[in-house]
């Protein structure tokens, strides 16, 4: 059983930043790729970002590039992701997940082939 524990949401106004940790108990982090996933309300769940096992290359949506950075501590089996230049349109809830594949070389982008996810915590940006 894995369990992704997610911290570090909350209020901030546009032009802010907030940073998310999600800490990993279960399985061999170092082993999997992580990513980040959010859904507003009324949308699906939609990719963020996300980072290879060994943390040499990192994904992001079109939406948040240049605004969002991922970053992992294997050592500390946590993932972290920091949020600048936060916009109103960036209010949801964010979703720490694990990939269901071991060792796998790249990040997927979708939903399904992630087995594990944190409860979410919210963020929300206010204008």
């Known amino acids: 059983q894995v369990q992704l524990v997610e911290s570090g949401g909350g209020l901030v106004q546009a032009g802010g930043s907030l940073r998310l940790s999600c800490a990993a108990s279960g399985r061999t982090f170092s082993s999997y790729a992580m990513a980040w996933f959010r859904q507003a309300p009324g949308k699906v769940r939609e990719f963020v970002t996300g980072?290879?096992?060994?943390?040499?290359?990192?994904y992001y949506a079109d939406s948040v590039k240049g605004r969002f950075t991922i970053s992992r501590d294997n050592a500390k089996n946590t993932v972290y992701l920091q949020m600048n230049s936060l916009k109103p349109e960036d209010t949801a809830v964010y979703y720490c997940?694990?990939?269901?594949?071991?060792?796998?070389?790249?990040?997927?982008?979708?939903?399904?082939?992630?087995?594990?996810w944190g409860q979410g915590t919210q963020v929300t940006v206010s204008s």
């Open positions: 997940a694990a990939d269901r594949r071991p060792w796998r070389a790249v990040v997927d982008r979708t939903v399904a082939e992630y087995d594990y």
């Open positions: 980072i290879t096992r060994n943390g040499a290359t990192t």
